[in-house]
């Protein structure tokens, strides 16, 4: 059974993402004073009394505004208010009851959903002031006072979000999700591959630069398995962040990759390869995970029967530092070759959590020593004593030696060569680590 699912929702600037961070218990969602920092819908875990449940942070909703961002971030309300089993309204005593929280209660009101009313900003101890009762008027039953920066009311809130919750399920499965950290520069199309494997507009679509600022969050679940597809802000040139939020986002992106299992490094075929997805792809290969380079808009490229090989030599040439890392050639817009990326993401993940056991790791040890001899120096012979796998995610490979100096980069790399001949790890990069012993 899925878990329950716990929306915020509420106009712009009344600390909703303030208030999910502190219920989660971690900085997920960006925070500022900006009004409309948060655009897509971020998912989190939550926990209170033992029981778990989804909670999602939401864009502030402006029900009459024009604005073409405004305007899709209240359809992402709308469709975390749809899926919600609960709904959390925030509102701003500061300011107290506003035209556009009246507008937004009417609107919540017509989902027939279980509400409970937040009343944020209640950083007083003690008596609520006179202004709080004000807020009985928008007809949603007692409001809670609560101070998301302080975390008083919390405790309250959570107990009534509670017991609108449905009923437990008796037993859950262990989670074999596996994550997906979608990541490349701005533009890319990151956000339509998500909307298109999803199904929906889970993401907001934009041509203006820097629209998806949050990593956000869908669960896929199809005849491939389960999966979650974490959408990032495309990553810029550093000189060209200058936009404080922005930065916020480079940062929520890089966590993303941290946190996920694979990456789907994604370059648009229209304009090719450049300096910034080498960069964005070295942070994956840096931290380890288990990587695809896909090869977006490829419908709108014209070609003849040698472009795809000819486009895949190229990108081998410039990726030349992650030559594991399988690459696709798909369409977002069309659904080209989506089934197939699902099947290589399964792959790459297997081939990132393998485990070789130190008996077939030695025999390739053997066997690729007494092919190419390790290096001399100064007459004195590298020796390899043994070599055992450390640890997966990435594969961890541990070599005892009896001089780590003689130990060149071209030799490990030769190594790491033939154990990938015989076992594969395809989509995944490989550490070695040395350790030096007396050869007694």
């Known amino acids: 059974m899925a878990r329950p699912i716990v929306a915020i929702v509420g106009r712009p600037n009344v600390g909703k993402s303030t208030l999910f961070n502190k219920l989660i218990g971690q900085r997920l969602s960006i925070v500022d004073d900006t009004p409309g920092v948060t655009r897509d819908r971020i998912y989190g875990d939550c926990e209170w009394l033992s029981r778990h449940f989804l909670l999602i942070d939401t864009g502030g909703i402006e029900p009459h505004s024009d604005d073409i961002i405004l305007k899709q971030m209240r359809r992402q309300a709308q469709l975390a208010i749809d899926s919600a089993d609960v709904i959390i309204l925030v509102t701003d005593l500061r300011t107290g009851v506003v035209a556009t929280d009246e507008d937004v209660a009417a609107m919540l009101l017509k989902s027939n959903k279980p509400i409970v009313l937040c009343v944020n900003k209640c950083d007083r101890v003690g008596e609520p002031e006179m202004e709080f009762y004000e807020f009985y008027n928008l007809g949603l039953g007692d409001p809670i006072a609560v101070s998301s920066v302080h975390g008083h009311g919390t405790g309250d809130l959570l107990d009534a979000v509670l017991q609108y ?129 896909a090869v977006n808009k490829w419908d709108a490229l014209e070609k003849d029967g040698k472009t795809m090989d000819s486009y895949r030599k190229k990108l081998m040439n410039d990726f030349s530092f992650m030559s594991y890392a399988p690459i696709i050639f798909i369409s977002a817009k069309t659904g080209q070759r989506l089934d197939r990326l699902f099947d290589l993401i399964k792959y790459v993940d297997e081939q990132n959590s393998m485990r070789i056991s130190t008996g077939k790791l030695n025999d390739v040890l053997a066997a690729a020593t007494a092919r190419v001899q390790p290096p001399t120096d100064k007459g004195k012979r590298l020796k390899i004593y043994y070599m055992t796998q450390a640890s997966t995610r990435p594969p961890t490979f541990v070599c005892f030696v009896n001089s780590k100096e003689l130990f060149h980069y071209s030799y490990q790399r030769y190594l790491d060569n033939q154990i990938r001949e015989v076992f594969g790890l395809e989509g995944t990069p490989t550490k070695f680590v040395i350790r030096e012993r007396d050869g007694k």
């Open 165 to 293: 919750l449905p009923e437990e399920a008796e037993e859950e499965e262990d989670d074999t999700t596996i994550k997906v950290a979608v990541i490349g520069k701005p533009n890319v199309g990151k956000s339509s591959l998500i909307n298109a494997i999803s199904g929906e507009e889970r993401a907001i679509v934009s041509n203006i630069a820097g629209t998806t600022r949050d990593a956000t969050d869908t669960f896929i679940s199809n005849e491939h398995g389960d999966f979650m597809f974490i959408d990032t802000a495309g990553l810029r040139r550093k000189s060209k962040v200058e936009d404080q939020i922005e930065k916020y986002s480079v940062i929520r992106a890089k966590m993303a990759v941290e946190r996920a299992s694979v990456c789907v490094i994604m370059i648009d075929a229209v304009e090719g390869f450049t300096e910034q997805d080498s960069k964005v792809a070295g942070i994956a290969h840096e931290m380890g995970k288990a990587c695809i380079i």
